[in-house]
């Protein structure tokens, strides 16, 4: 069964089903969607399946947000190994969601990608020690093996060059 973003909301159990939703539509939004004609074609492309992580999308379509704003948003999910940063390089109408090291790396690339939101007002990449390792700072790393998920790479590169740590003085694996 291929389930679309419709009926991830109608089946959802953490939002009590269709009949939930059909009762908080209001009258007033249905007139509205009624009224736009010429809409502007946006495609939103995920970087995920259809979760809970874009529920505030997801509903804003579900209730013809878009379509009252003048806007057809198609709103498609993320597909296994596809690089949501090539997808909107190749295609003017769409915007997308990704992860800062993924839009930092396509930025590098020379890819038109510009980030115009955040989920967080700051990364939570963070780094870890053992209590009895004696790192407090990033000036401790310096000599030290760290490892991290490959994704976080370019990001810490960034962050050692920020603090002029050179990555020969670190082993970032």
Known sequence: MIINRRHFFKTSAFLGGSLLLDKLRSPAAVAANELVTHAHQIIMQLDWKYNAQFAGVLLADYYNLYKSSGLAVEILPGETAMIVTNQVAENPAMIGCGEQDIIMNAQIAGKPI??????????????????NSQIYDLQDLIGKRVAMQGESYSIMQMVMGHNNISPMKSKLS
């Open 114 to 131: 510009k980030a115009i939101a955040t989920m967080f007002q700051n990364s939570p990449l963070g780094l870890m020690s053992m209590p």
